[in-house]
């Protein structure tokens, strides 16, 4: 029997990066042996890490990194108007990520300890969607590629891409893992979305939420947990906040 032929329109496809370290656009080179059948999804048309040609008209947008100078806005505003379809891709898009961290100080501050003497402009970190309609978020810190490989191949076909509802617990007990909290750590693995095959865990390092809130979490059942076992209020506020995923959640 002959294997069947599909046929598919490749994605008109451009990635950009804003404030952030790359490492979720690096990913689209990860898993080599899946690499050539994912990229013959994709009509790249702008993507700076592969390729100098620069072409405006895509239709699918990847948009990773936050938003922390006023051209940033200038330029995300742009791609929202060209993009038929706009993905928030990773963690610091998502949620402003890691790089939230600076809006615990002054903006003055920050530039008088990163950029002595020069004349910086910086904003207080955004995540995209406080500027522009995002029609789909894939958080991660990095994002995990397998992840991206099934959300592409559901934007190719035109069936629904989700991400799991569950919480990084399910994948943490699947791989049999003792639990963090058993061994006096604090772990968001409860109230975090999966995704990432509790890779944190797996590696004994307690999960500090990079992939936001799952669905329909039962955030006081947590906070009384952390209470029961004792564990340090501060410590818990810290791992929170990392992200800037848990905004939705404050913890007095
Ligand atoms: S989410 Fe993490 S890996 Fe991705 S760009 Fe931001 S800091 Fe880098
Ligand atoms: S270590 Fe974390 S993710 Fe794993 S079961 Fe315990 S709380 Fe859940
Ligand atoms: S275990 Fe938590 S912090 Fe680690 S990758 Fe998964 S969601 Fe992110």
Sequence with gaps: MKNPVYTFEKLKFASFEFTC??????????R??????????LDVRTFREISSEKHDDYDIAFVEGSISRSDEIERLLAIRRQAKTLVAFGTCACFGGVNSLKNCHSMDECIA???????????PIRKISDFVKVDLSIPGCPVAKK????????????????????????ECKEQLNTCLFDLGEIC???????????VCTTGKTPCLGCRGP???????AFLELVG??????????EK?????AFEAYPCQ
């Design 21 to 30: 370290c790359e490492g979720c656009q690096l990913q689209f080179a990860n």
């Design 32 to 41: 080599e042996a899946s690499l050539e059948a994912f990229f013959s999804l």
């Design 113 to 123: 300890e990163v950029y002595p003497g020069l004349p910086v402009e910086t904003l």
């Design 147 to 170: 992840e991206v490989e099934r959300i592409v191949v559901s934007l190719v076909t035109g069936s629904l891409a989700t991400l799991p509802k569950y919480p990084v617990c399910v």
């Design 188 to 198: 968001l693995g409860p109230i975090t979305r999966a995704g990432c095959d509790a």
């Design 214 to 220: 799952a669905d329909d979490i039962n955030f006081p």
């Design 228 to 237: 029961e076992r004792g564990l340090n209020r501060s410590d818990l506020k």
């Design 240 to 244: 929170l906040g990392f992200y800037n």
